[in-house]
Every structure is written in structure tokens, then in C-alpha cells.
């Protein structure tokens, strides 16, 4: 069952979207936006034949990217107006409509080397991150494929305060912007080993070791 609500608010956004993460340089919440993209790029260590997924496609800008290193691409997303943009702008990939909250994916291919996303998971509290990924990697990562995410996000819980004090007109509090130390501690209960890296006042990207999910992925 999708989530109509946020669904209906990325229908309306999908044509603007483009527009609202160009030339944000300094701004929340995509100051950096192109820098994390390229980073996320670059730790799937992207390469020829590699099968990618990119959850939360939006409008294919990382999808793209990955395109671009001869990958193939397969795009997830809930809004039909945000595939309709990507669809339009990438018509070799496939994208799928699905919710990120549904238990199982059947529509898509058993495994991928490499699962991303940019921009999403700051939808869902740490609790259901955790259970998401937890569920992708066993669902849809090959064992030793990688996992990358950008996202809104702070080094500390601590910077997370200093950050919704900074940005108090723009700040959602319906949202949760990641805490790296928070996270990272609860991801490793949770059996995945993720590294953080900041890469602007308010992004940055997680990866998860390929160790660690070749160990995930054989329980
Ligand atoms: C801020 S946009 C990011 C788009 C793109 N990844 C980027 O970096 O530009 C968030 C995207 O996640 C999608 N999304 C949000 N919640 C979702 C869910 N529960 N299931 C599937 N897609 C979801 C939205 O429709 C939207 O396209």
C-alpha cells in the first residue's frame, strides 16, 4: 500500500525538481547536492555491465550518472510523476513504481551489485532505515555488492541541533536528517558496517563495507 499523502506532495514537486537542487550551493537542504551525487558514484566504484538499483530515482539525475559508466540501471520510485520525468530523460533504463515501505520487491531482479540512493531515507526514522536496508541487502544485494547512500545529513546528534537551529524557516521537522554517530552505532547492531563521510553543511554519504555485506548476505 503506497503512501498517498508524501506520494501526492513528490507528484506536485516532480516538474520543479530540477530547478530546486540547481545552484544550491550554501542552502539547505541540497547545499553540495552534485558533490554527493558524484561521491556516491564514485564509492560504487561504478564500471561497465555493473547492475545498479537506485531507490527514490526522482527524476534520474543519479541514474544518469551511472549510465554514463556504461552500468546497468534499473530506478525505484512511489511518485508516477517523478518516473514520468526520469522516463523522459532516461528512456534506456527501466524504472519501476513501487514503495519503499512494501515488504517485497518481486518486479525487480533477485540481485545487484551495487543498491544507491540520494536523498530519500531522510523519509523514514532510524528504526525504519534500518529495516529497509536491512531488507534490501538481503532481498536485492549480491554477496560483496556495495551500498551507498547520500542524504541529508550531520557528523553528530549534537551538529543535528546546531543545524536545525541554523536553518529554522527551512528545517522539516516531519523529516529525520541522518546523525552519522547515531546511525552508524545503530546499523552495527544491526549486522551492517557502514563508513560516513561529510561532504557539505548538511549532506553526506554512508557506504557499507563490501565485507560486511558479503557476510550480511550469506544468513
Ligand atoms: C528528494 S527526491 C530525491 C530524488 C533523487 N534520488 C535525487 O537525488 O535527486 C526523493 C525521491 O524519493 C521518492 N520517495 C520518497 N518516499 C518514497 C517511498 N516510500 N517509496 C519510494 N519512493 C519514495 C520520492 O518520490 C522522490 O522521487
Not at 28 to 52: H, I, Q
Not at 59 to 76: N, P, S
Not at 161 to 188: G, I, L
Amino acid at each position: 500500500m503506497m503512501n498517498t499523502q508524501r506520494q501526492v506532495l513528490f507528484d506536485r514537486w516532480a516538474a520543479k525538481y530540477d530547478s530546486s537542487v540547481a545552484n544550491a550551493a550554501g542552502s539547505f537542504p541540497f547545499d553540495g547536492y552534485e558533490r554527493v551525487l558524484a561521491t556516491v558514484v564514485e564509492a560504487a566504484d561504478a564500471k561497465s555491465s555493473m547492475t545498479v538499483l537506485d531507490i527514490g530515482t526522482g527524476t534520474g539525475q543519479l541514474a544518469e550518472l551511472f549510465l554514463a559508466h556504461a552500468c546497468v540501471v534499473w530506478g525505484v520510485d512511489f511518485s508516477a510523476e517523478m518516473l514520468a520525468q526520469s522516463r523522459t530523460r532516461l528512456p534506456q533504463i527501466q524504472f519501476v513504481q513501487a514503495d519503499l515501505l512494501a515488504e517485497a520487491w518481486p518486479m525487480l531482479p533477485a540481485q545487484f551489485d551495487c543498491i544507491v540512493s540520494t536523498y530519500v531515507f531522510h523519509e523514514f526514522n532510524l528504526r525504519t532505515k534500518v529495516a529497509i536496508l536491512q531488507r534490501l541487502v538481503k532481498q536485492h544485494l549480491a554477496p560483496g555488492g556495495r551500498l551507498v547512500i547520500g542524504d541529508i545529513a550531520f557528523p553528530t546528534v549534537a551538529g543535528r541541533s546546531a543545524a536545525a537551529s541554523r536553518w529554522v524557516a527551512e528545517w522539516d521537522e516531519d523529516e529525520f536528517y541522518w546523525a552519522a554517530d547515531e546511525s552508524v552505532s545503530a546499523f552495527q547492531s544491526a549486522g551492517l558496517a557502514f563508513e560516513y563521510r561529510q561532504l557539505s553543511s548538511c549532506a553526506g554519504v554512508f557506504s557499507l563495507s563490501p565485507a560486511a555485506s558479503a557476510l550480511f548476505s550469506k544468513r
